[in-house]
């Protein structure tokens, strides 16, 4: 684990591998925060969770933000939901990174958090590590805390709230080759109405919307930064026909993967 503005050379690097998590505390407003192509405009004291998916770019000199980065071998989200609780709400449960702010009280929380991190990574002694693994962990539950409490109307049924998490987890790992909510109401073991209408009692999108956002980060993410082909990109994404690919594409981005691609470089 290591905390960095990116500005370094050593931190500049971090933005460029591929397994990290970072967890990133915004200091001061930022206009333009380049996220998978997207734009993020970020006010002071919000906290942007990226997972090791997201290409991120960052200006070259000192930013106003200070990260968390980890990786899957200091702590892994998936291997250990069951102590977190994060996987669908905090991480792998938008097609966006999630962004929260925190009121006066739980900010103070999170920079006594940030503190003995940087704290530990200064004095690096023998229990260092489980110390950082503790303090990520506590980081991690009270962010999800406060998104479950913030998403939860008072009384609302805590178990129809795990359906929509759930329903995000599977999303997340098999979107390349399940389009169709029929073939995530099977893995549920529930019906195609029964998670459509939890989720328009619960939530502000649609199943379909869910999967359809996620298939098209990931293309926009491939279009942009990998070197795949239009047809690479439709057969890795699960389509038999890159026709139909690109009409998928050009529904959500109202460009055709070319004209998205050559219009995002023309703006570099």
Known sequence: MVLT?????????????????KIIWVKKDID?????GCTYTLK???????????????????QAIVSV?????????????????????LFYGSSSPVIIMP?????????????????ELIERNRSHGEMLR???????IISTRLIETRSRPQGEASDRLEVIRAFHV???????????LTNYAILMQKSPKTISNIFSEHSTTTPLQVINERVFVEARRLLLYSKKSIVDISTTLGYKDASHFSKFFKRNAGLSPIKFKNKFLKNQ
């Open 5 to 21: 503005d990116f500005s370094c050379a050593d931190g500049r690097n971090l933005l460029e591998e591929s397994n990290l998590y």
């Open 69 to 89: 980065v980890f990786n899957r071998e200091f702590y892994c989200i998936r291997d250990n939901d069951d102590e977190v609780s994060c996987n669908g709400l």
């Open 170 to 180: 599977l999303v997340e790992k098999n979107f390349k080759t399940h389009h169709k």
């Open 134 to 140: 503790v303090m990520l962990k506590r980081l991690i």
């Open 103 to 119: 009121d006066a009280s739980e900010r103070k929380i999170f920079e006594q958090i940030y503190a003995v991190i940087e704290e």
């Open 44 to 62: 002071k004291d919000e906290f942007i969770f990226c997972t090791p998916l997201n290409v991120i770019e960052i200006a070259p000199t000192r």
């Open 32 to 36: 333009s925060l380049l996220i998978d």
